[in-house]
Structures are given as C-alpha cells and as structure tokens.
C-alpha cells in the first residue's frame, strides 16, 4: 500500500539548517507530483514547497522562497527540504504528500486537495 515516510526533524536555533527527506514505497512515485505541507502551533496546514513529477517546475511559499529547496531523487523514491535560515516562524509539522497537483496560477502545487497520498509527519522546532 501507498506510505510516505519523513525524517530529519529536530530542534536547530535560529538562522540554523534542516534537510528532510521523505521516503516512498507501494506506488510508482515516478509520476506524482511530491510536496511538503507544513502545521504550525494553533494554525492551518499550509503548503510550502511542489516538485513536479519530473523535477523541472517548483514552487514555494512567499515566506520560505529563497531559503527553502525542494528536490526530487526518483531511483532513491525520496523528496528532500532543504531549509537554511529557519526562523521561529518555521516550526511546524511537516507532511509531505504524492498527488497531481493542476493549475497555473501562484498557488500551484500548494492546496492540500490536490494530494492523494500523506505520511504522518515530522516536527521541526526553531528556537534558541
């Protein structure tokens, strides 16, 4: 059956660096678009970054552009976030997701309906 599996979560100070990575089995990930989505303390789950099935297109959230990259290794079956320059504004759960994410407007690939697939998450806490 289809599984996503995140890891790399901690606590990093301030101005500090992440990497995840996302692990997937039970489905041809080759052909889904892989996203990372993230749910801060009391707030709603925000997608923050979209690789397309091919690797070519990205997005990302406004506030992390710039400091986060997504990237996609197909043979290994695995998504990474790259996240430098974390900030307290960054600490969340963080989901990725398999889906087909459509549309061509600044949002691609970031709303949650467009993802089938979901692992369970792995905290990331910023603070000194």
């Known amino acids: 059956q289809p599984q996503l599996v995140e890891s790399g979560g901690g606590l990093v100070q301030p101005g500090g660096s992440l990497r995840l990575s996302c692990k997937a089995s039970?489905?041809?990930?080759?052909?889904?678009?892989l996203a990372w989505f993230r749910q801060g303390p009391g707030k709603e789950r925000e997608g923050v970054a979209v690789?397309?099935?091919?690797?070519?297109?990205?997005n990302y959230l406004g506030s992390v552009r710039g400091r986060f990259t997504i990237s996609r290794d197909n043979a290994a079956k695995t998504v990474y976030l790259q996240m430098n320059n974390l900030n307290p504004e960054d600490t969340a759960v963080y989901f990725c997701?398999?889906?087909?994410?459509?549309?061509?407007?600044?949002?691609?690939?970031?709303?949650?309906?467009?993802?089938?697939?979901w692992g369970q998450g792995t905290q990331v806490t910023v603070s000194s």
């Open positions: 997701a398999a889906g087909s994410p459509y549309g061509v407007d600044s949002m691609w690939g970031l709303r949650s309906g467009d993802y089938d697939y």
């Open positions: 039970g489905f041809g990930m080759d052909y889904y678009g």
């Open positions: 690789i397309s099935s091919n690797g070519v297109s990205t």
